[in-house]
């Protein structure tokens, strides 16, 4: 079975330090896998997907089949990174999220 | 601002009723979703459809039934026999490349009340 798991439903931190939300997945196959971000009063929107091995807005997130995680980072975080974020699963067509964590970034 | 539009954006039913929550694309995406966000439990797959004529059950399918008569449009019903129907919907879509989806693109949601 698909499944996406978010431990953490709030992480709060200041402007200036490390972040890291974390996201662990449950897939047989070959998953693709994304973050997504929903900023106050603006519509869900991709953040970054696994494939591009990119950093958008100073975020990174490295896939590990190993431990089976994808967690998102950004050595400094910014007040507007203040958001909702999502871990989420492609497979088999199915597009899956996890429960989604809550950062706050205090000035 | 085109793309994908929900409307309405809220929704009064009464106890009982069948509403219907629409979802409309310009994007010419093949692929369509509904998605059921409630507080503290994230987005749950409703329904989703990869191709015109062919939809299939989410993880939270029983109480809701679609169609998907037209490229653009996957509207989504919730019957009377969803048991706590009263939340926020929201519909996304996305081209499907090969075996692969691309980037999923969202409506701002309907926020159904029942009463």
């Known amino acids: 079975a698909q499944r996406v798991t978010q431990p953490e439903k709030l992480l709060s931190v200041f402007k200036g330090a490390p972040v890291e939300l974390k996201c662990n997945y449950s897939?047989?196959?070959?998953?693709?896998l994304f973050w997504y971000v929903q900023y106050s009063r603006q519509r869900l929107q991709l953040l970054l997907r696994?494939?591009s091995r990119e950093s958008i807005k100073g975020f990174t997130a490295d896939l590990n089949k190993g431990e089976t995680s994808f967690h998102l980072k950004k050595p400094f975080a910014q007040e507007e990174d203040s958001a909702m974020y999502y871990c989420a699963l492609r497979g088999w067509g199915k597009l899956i999220f996890g429960t989604g964590t809550r950062l706050q970034v205090f000035p | 601002d085109g793309g994908i539009t929900q409307s309405p954006k809220y929704l009064f039913r009464k106890e009982g009723q069948n509403v219907t929550l629409s979802c409309e694309q310009n994007?010419?995406?093949?692929?369509m979703y509904w998605y059921r966000q409630d507080p503290g439990q994230g987005l749950r797959l409703i329904y989703y459809s990869q191709i015109v004529n062919d939809f299939q059950k989410g993880d939270i399918a029983e109480g809701y039934s679609v169609s998907r008569e037209k490229k653009e449009s996957f509207p989504l019903t919730v019957t009377s026999a969803q048991k706590n129907p009263t939340a926020f919907y929201l519909c996304?879509?996305?081209?499907?490349?090969?075996?692969?989806?691309?980037?999923?693109?969202f409506g701002q949601g309907t926020r159904l009340t029942v009463v």
């Open positions: 996304a879509s996305s081209i499907v490349v090969g075996q692969r989806n691309t980037e999923a693109f």
């Open positions: 994007l010419n995406h093949d692929a």
């Open positions: 696994h494939i």
């Open positions: 897939y047989s196959g070959s998953p693709e």
